[in-house]
């Protein structure tokens, strides 16, 4: 016999939805670890760069440590707005806060816009200066790749 189901004989038909929680991989702590670190040294870097910590300068090139000295404030307001912004979203990459995203792309921002200006006001021709500041994007922009992907598939809240 055909009859209508009423509303609780309706919903006990349907399959229970279950919300899948997407579980954080094994290497979001490691790699948020890793990039504590890694911002760690930079924070040391300005701080030495900024003091002129002699045991750390005296290791550059001549060349390379007046430039470093002559650095207009923009660029190391910007130097610091990098690391500090690096450390916190690391810092919330570990904590699984969607708001790592937004401060690591803020980290980067300020990584490229460091950088540039510093190339841009005519950094001496030391291969290892160029290195380091590569490497020092790359790391920034595959950091927040990093974060951009686990936010993507939930893990970040």
């Not at 579980?23 to 702590?29: D, E, G, S, V």
């Not at 610091?80 to 690096?86: D, E």
């Amino acid at each position: 016999m055909d009859r209508d189901l009423d509303f609780e004989e309706a919903t006990a038909l349907i399959p229970a939805v279950q919300k899948h929680v997407p579980k954080a991989p094994w290497h979001l702590p490691v790699i948020g670890a890793i990039a504590v670190l890694w911002s760690l040294l930079g924070v040391f870097d300005l701080l030495a760069m900024i003091t002129r910590f002699a045991p750390y300068m005296n290791q550059m090139p001549e060349l390379t440590r007046e430039f470093i000295y002559e650095l207009p404030p923009a660029v190391i307001i910007l130097r610091a707005v990098a690391v500090f912004a690096t450390l916190a979203g690391a810092v919330y990459l570990i904590r699984k806060r969607l708001t790592a995203v937004r401060i690591l792309a803020l980290g980067a921002t300020a990584t490229i816009l460091g950088i540039g200006f510093t190339f841009a006001n005519g950094a001496p021709d030391d291969g290892t200066i160029h290195a380091v500041s590569m490497f020092t994007i790359v790391v920034s922009v595959l950091l927040l790749y990093y974060a951009q992907t686990w936010a993507k598939f939930g893990v970040l809240k």
